[in-house]
Structure formats: C-alpha cells, structure tokens
C-alpha cells in the first residue's frame, strides 16, 4: 500500500490542523492505521493508532483529549484531526499503515508516507 500524508502547514498556538492520509494499491481495510511524529533532535513517536475498522484507537498521553483519530475505508483515507495544537506539536507528521486488524502501538509499522511539516507558533 501507498501512503499520501497533507494538510500540514503553519498555525498559531491553541489553533487547529487536519491532516489527511491517502492510501492506494492496497485493501484498506486490512490495515491497521497510525500516525507518527519526529520533531527536530528527537526519534519518532507514535502520536494515535485505529484498528481496521475504527473500533479501537489508541492516543499518546501527550496528545489525548486534543487529537482525534479516524478513518474512511471507503474512501481509503485516514485523518488526524488536531485541535489546541501547541508548540511543542511541532514536527513532521507521518501516517503509516501495517497489515494487521488490530490497533499498533509502536512504531514498529510495515508502510510509510512521506511526511508533512506541522509547525506551530507561540
């Protein structure tokens, strides 16, 4: 499968972002969904996490309550919508998909897209 990551770009402290992920040449549904993050000097982090159908997510504790992951399997595309973003979010944002049904939560995912840039100012 073929990841395609946007919607990336530049906001203000406490604004919002929605990122999109396209995927193609593949079944969906047959993967299970994350988005990943590395900011300048640190390794990537897993940030959310969805099943193959939605059922179970997974948040990092940094992000939970502002972030919100879903996933459109007939439209092969999964989102991260981001609200009350804060500088610290700022980093290149990736989604990945790995052929499971379950929810992944490490970093350990089998495909990548390349990244988009989230920057937010203070």
Same mark, same amino acid.
């Given at each position: 499968?073929?990841?395609?990551?946007?919607? !990336?770009? =530049?906001? %203000? /402290?406490? #604004?919002?972002?929605?990122?999109?992920? &396209? *995927?193609?040449?593949?079944?969906?549904? @047959?993967?299970?969904? !994350?988005? =990943?993050? %590395? /900011?300048? #000097?640190?390794?990537?982090?897993?940030? &959310? *996490?969805?099943?193959?159908?939605?059922? @179970?997510?997974?948040?990092?504790?940094?992000?939970?309550?502002?972030?919100?992951?879903?996933?459109?399997? &007939?439209?092969?595309?999964?989102?991260?919508?981001?609200?009350?973003?804060?500088?610290?979010?700022?980093?290149?944002?990736?989604?990945?998909?790995?052929?499971?049904?379950?929810?992944?939560?490490?970093?350990?995912?089998?495909?990548?897209?390349?990244?988009?840039?989230?920057?937010?100012?203070?």
């Amino acid at each position: 499968v073929q990841l395609q990551a946007s919607g !990336g770009g =530049l906001v %203000q /402290a406490g #604004g919002s972002l929605k990122l999109s992920c &396209a *995927a193609s040449g593949g079944t969906f549904s @047959s993967y299970a969904i !994350g988005w =990943l993050r %590395q /900011a300048p #000097g640190k390794e990537r982090e897993l940030v &959310a *996490a969805i099943s193959w159908n939605g059922g @179970s997510t997974y948040y990092d504790r940094s992000v939970k309550g502002r972030f919100t992951i879903s996933r459109d399997n &007939a439209k092969s595309a999964a989102y991260l919508q981001m609200n009350s973003l804060k500088p610290e979010d700022t980093a290149v944002y990736y989604c990945a998909a790995h052929l499971t049904t379950v929810v992944v939560v490490t970093t350990g995912y089998d495909f990548w897209g390349q990244g988009t840039l989230v920057t937010v100012s203070s």
